[in-house]
């Protein structure tokens, strides 16, 4: 009975990312962790969603004609705008219903990819508040991926993060509470599922869809090339010539070849960034050296990768997927950080 009156806050935030969202309640973190992807059906010319998240994720690659899959941030910008807003909707009513009856007046902090345009920003601000937010942030993502991976972004000592995601790499320098640089590029882990994908088409005829590309890179994928052929794996498709189902076998040394562009360009991000850095700040970043967040941190030897590339230690951040929506919410609940809330 005295949980009923109690003053709960529901004040959320959410990591919208172009591979997954995560919603954090204030004081209670992390309550939804979904992919960003949802399933439209279209029947009598009416178009409606059929599953959002993990259950829309499900049948990616695997629906009638009148059902597609949809990943509405996939680019790192939102691309559909109608269909990331029902997304938003969803996932917050989704988050609340398990609250019903304690709810009260909620503020929500969004973070965004940072390619977002003023329309787009206007249009995640307009779904927060239709799904019932009174006021409505934005954080910047590498400010929130910092902030969750335990960075103190507060004092005036240079930092670096990199949040590899699906869509997009974001590389920030940070230094008193403020981005000293940023950028955001369209590469990341769906580059690295295309280059797979791509490359057993072309040495092996056979045609494989997006998730089996992705599990082959959860398993094997090498950003350093192992000297023997290393592990192998076997894999289905459809081969290209006969038309017929086919099994093949793998390899990681083929597999860290065939990514090893999308790679680079990641590489290439973090040291555009750091010959960009102002030279107390990149003395810093010498010191403290980089932060990995993102899914993309686990990719199987990124860390040696960007290394070996800028002479510089790295780090992969502790549970590099939930920084981002960690951070977030830490922005709500000690006022150090209140201000990197951005009101909408
Ligand atoms: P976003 O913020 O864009 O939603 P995430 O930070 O959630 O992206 O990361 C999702 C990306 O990380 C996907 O491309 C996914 O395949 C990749 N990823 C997740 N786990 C691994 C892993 N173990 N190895 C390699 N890539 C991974
Ligand atoms: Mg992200």
Same mark, same amino acid.
């Given at each position: 009975?005295?949980?009923?009156?109690?003053?709960?806050?529901?004040?959320?935030?959410?990591?919208?990312?172009?591979?997954?969202?995560?919603?954090?309640?204030?004081?209670?973190?992390?309550?939804?962790?979904?992919?960003?992807?949802?399933?439209?059906?279209?029947?009598?010319?009416?178009?409606?969603?059929?599953?959002?998240?993990?259950?829309?994720?499900?049948?990616?690659?695997?629906?009638?004609?009148?059902?597609?899959? +949809?990943?509405?941030?996939?680019?790192?910008?939102?691309?559909?705008?109608?269909?990331?807003?029902?997304?938003?909707?969803?996932? +917050?009513?989704?988050?609340?219903?398990?609250?019903?009856?304690?709810?009260?007046?909620? &503020?929500?902090?969004?973070?965004?990819?940072?390619?977002?345009?003023?329309?787009?920003?206007?249009? +995640?601000?307009?779904?927060?508040?239709?799904?019932?937010?009174?006021?409505?942030?934005?954080?910047?993502?590498?400010?929130?991926?910092?902030?969750?991976?335990?960075?103190?972004?507060?004092?005036?000592?240079?930092?670096?993060?990199?949040?590899?995601?699906?869509?997009?790499?974001?590389?920030?320098?940070?230094?008193?509470?403020?981005? #000293?640089?940023?950028?955001? !590029?369209?590469?990341?882990?769906?580059?690295?599922?295309?280059?797979?994908?791509?490359? +057993?088409?072309?040495?092996?005829?056979?045609?494989?869809?997006?998730?089996?590309?992705?599990?082959?890179?959860?398993?094997?994928?090498?950003?350093?090339?192992?000297?023997?052929?290393?592990?192998?794996?076997?894999?289905?498709?459809?081969?290209?010539?006969?038309?017929?189902?086919?099994?093949?076998?793998?390899?990681?040394?083929?597999?860290?070849?065939?990514?090893?562009?999308?790679?680079?360009?990641?590489?290439?991000?973090?040291?555009?960034?750091?010959?960009?850095?102002?030279?107390?700040?990149?003395?810093?970043?010498?010191?403290? !050296?980089?932060?990995?967040?993102?899914?993309?941190?686990?990719?199987?030897?990124?860390? &040696?990768?960007?290394?070996?590339?800028?002479?510089?230690?790295?780090?992969?951040?502790?549970?590099?997927?939930?920084?981002?929506?960690? !951070?977030? !919410?830490?922005?709500?609940?000690?006022?150090?950080?209140?201000?990197?809330?951005?009101? #909408?």
């Amino acid at each position: 009975m005295r949980n009923l009156f109690k003053l709960q806050s529901q004040d959320i935030a959410i990591d919208l990312g172009t591979a997954n969202t995560l919603v954090y309640l204030r004081d209670q973190g992390i309550v939804l962790n979904e992919p960003s992807v949802v399933a439209l059906e279209t029947s009598d010319g009416v178009t409606k969603v059929r599953a959002v998240g993990a259950d829309a994720k499900m049948m990616m690659g695997k629906t009638p004609a009148n059902i597609k899959v +949809i990943r509405p941030l996939k680019d790192g910008v939102i691309a559909d705008l109608d269909v990331a807003e029902q997304m938003i909707k969803h996932f +917050i009513r989704k988050v609340h219903d398990r609250k019903a009856g304690l709810l009260r007046r909620f &503020d929500i902090a969004v973070c965004i990819p940072s390619g977002s345009t003023n329309v787009q920003k206007r249009a +995640i601000r307009d779904a927060a508040s239709n799904a019932g937010g009174s006021r409505i942030y934005f954080i910047e993502e590498p400010m929130a991926a910092a902030i969750g991976a335990g960075i103190a972004v507060t004092e005036p000592v240079g930092s670096m993060v990199v949040d590899i995601g699906g869509g997009t790499t974001e590389v920030a320098i940070l230094s008193l509470q403020g981005l #000293a640089y940023s950028t955001s !590029g369209r590469m990341g882990g769906d580059k690295i599922d295309d280059a797979i994908a791509s490359h +057993i088409r072309r040495k092996h005829n056979l045609a494989i869809g997006e998730s089996t590309a992705e599990r082959i890179k959860h398993q094997m994928a090498s950003a350093v090339s192992p000297i023997d052929r290393g592990q192998t794996m076997h894999i289905k498709g459809r081969d290209l010539v006969r038309g017929m189902p086919r099994k093949i076998i793998v390899t990681e040394t083929e597999i860290a070849d065939a990514i090893a562009e999308p790679v680079g360009q990641i590489t290439e991000s973090v040291r555009n960034a750091l010959e960009n850095s102002a030279p107390e700040l990149a003395a810093d970043i010498v010191d403290q !050296g980089i932060i990995l967040t993102g899914g993309g941190a686990l990719l199987g030897r990124i860390d &040696d990768h960007i290394s070996d590339e800028t002479g510089l230690a790295v780090t992969i951040a502790e549970d590099p997927l939930t920084c981002v929506a960690n !951070g977030a !919410g830490r922005a709500f609940e000690d006022k150090d950080y209140n201000g990197v809330l951005i009101p #909408a």
